[in-house]
């Protein structure tokens, strides 16, 4: 019998957001769903607390359910020497440095997978590129950057 690993998957604060956004909550939902039958293992940083702090309460559960089974990385200095590079390399402006800052930890800790709902700064076939040869540039492997859609079992498939 061949057994599967589950896939290390770092979702980014707009997944869980997305479970309670009507565009966004099926496959939200399913992506979780997943998580739980342990076809992904997820991967957990203080900065997704953090921004879930004020977040209402059905949210803040969620991160809770989820967090029981993941694996949880520290904000470290190299994941900030890395937003730092994007940064420095334009790939988002200062402004958006939290955004830089989750793909850098997700990169990091050596997450093949980051998932995410945010199109103007990390689901970007643009930016996408961009983390990837900052990465590179740094000794780092790529990490590939997908919505939840692309990358959750449907329906009518079989894994």
């Known amino acids: 019998m061949v057994t599967i690993r589950p896939i290390r998957v770092y979702a980014d604060t707009s997944v869980y957001g997305g479970v309670f956004d009507d565009e966004f909550a099926r496959t939200s939902r399913r ?3 997943e998580v739980r039958a342990g076809r992904f293992r997820l991967v957990v940083s203080p900065l997704v607390r953090d921004e879930l702090d004020d977040a209402p309460g059905p949210l803040r559960a969620l991160l809770d359910s989820v967090r029981v089974g993941a694996e949880i990385v520290d904000v ?7 937003q730092q590079a994007y940064l420095a390399a334009s790939i988002v402006a200062a402004r958006w440095e939290t955004d830089a800052l989750h793909v850098a930890i997700a990169t990091v800790s050596g997450c ?3 998932v995410s709902w945010n199109f103007r700064h990390i689901v970007s076939f643009e930016r996408i590129p961009l983390y ?3 990465n590179l540039s740094k000794g780092y492997g790529t990490v590939a950057i997908h919505t939840p859609q692309e990358v959750v079992v449907h329906e009518d498939e079989d894994l």
């Open 112 to 114: 093949p997978l980051i």
């Open 132 to 134: 990837n040869g900052v």
């Open 76 to 82: 470290t200095q190299e994941a900030v020497r890395l």
């Open 31 to 33: 992506f979780f769903d």
